[in-house]
């Protein structure tokens, strides 16, 4: 199965930082990769798919990047409502769809 | 709105079965593909199983192979994940999501997920 690792796997900032979570493939994935946003007792939600592309009614300060194997979450300008914890999420290989370890931003 | 509702969950003995179910509504459920994605307490995601929109193809992680069944009932909007010989690292929150692309072989975002339902295996 493809190994999905993210890093780091905490943080802690201040509302208004610019934050960047990583998250790289243990083989070549093309775009096939999601970012997703959990809060405690809550299911995730979908952020950005195909590496780049912000889902519908996802705020700007969101974006993606990258192909292949590595991969970065940016929020730009950090609001009070994006502590939570983001995962990454492959699905290049059907047969065994994989998520990153997580990383929870956490306030400073 | 589009939605999926889990139930079914519960606590049974280590060895024992539980079924979960899927309601979904809100759109046309049987041109989407679906899954099973679980999470124990305080730990991540793990994605368990896929069914295609119309059945045909079912994938399962290793983990649960040969032990859990995944299925979907068109007719009645639902998705099911039959799980047997259950342990005790298979207690975790189950969440039942949808593909976010028509018709997508399960290769494919989930763009839509259930609030989740607790499994407990526990003597």
């Known amino acids: 199965a493809i190994r999905m690792t993210q890093s780091p796997s905490s943080l802690s900032a201040s509302t208004g930082d610019r934050v960047t979570i990583t998250c790289r493939a243990s083989?070549?994935?093309?775009?096939?990769l999601a970012w997703y946003q959990q809060k405690p007792g809550k299911a995730p939600k979908l952020l950005i798919y195909?590496?780049?592309t912000l889902q519908s009614g996802v705020p700007s300060r969101f974006s993606g990047s990258g192909s292949g194997t590595d991969f970065t979450l940016t929020i730009s300008c950090l609001q009070s409502e994006d502590f939570a914890t983001y995962y990454c999420?492959?699905?290049?290989?059907?047969?065994?769809?994989?998520f990153g370890g997580g990383t929870k931003v956490e306030i400073k | 709105q589009v939605q999926l509702v889990e139930s079914g969950g519960g606590v049974v003995q280590p060895g024992g079965s539980l079924r979960l179910s899927c309601a979904a509504s809100?759109?046309?459920?049987?041109?989407?593909?679906m899954h099973w994605v679980r999470q124990a307490p305080g730990k991540g995601l793990e994605w368990v199983a896929f069914?295609?929109?119309?059945?045909?193809?079912?994938y399962y992680a290793d983990s649960v192979k040969g032990r859990f069944t995944i299925s979907r009932d068109n007719s009645k909007n639902t998705l099911y994940l039959q799980m047997n010989s259950l342990r005790a690292e298979d207690t975790a929150v189950y969440y039942c999501?949808?593909?976010?692309?028509?018709?997508?072989?399960?290769?494919?975002?989930?763009?839509?997920w259930g609030q989740g339902t607790m499994v407990t295996v526990s003597s």
């Open positions: 999501a949808k593909d976010f692309h028509i018709a997508a072989a399960g290769t494919d975002a989930f763009d839509i």
């Open positions: 809100g759109f046309t459920f049987s041109s989407y593909g």
């Open positions: 069914i295609r929109y119309d059945g045909s193809n079912k």
């Open positions: 083989q070549g994935i093309s775009s096939y």
């Open positions: 195909a590496a780049s």
């Open positions: 999420q492959q699905y290049y290989s059907y047969l065994a769809l994989t």
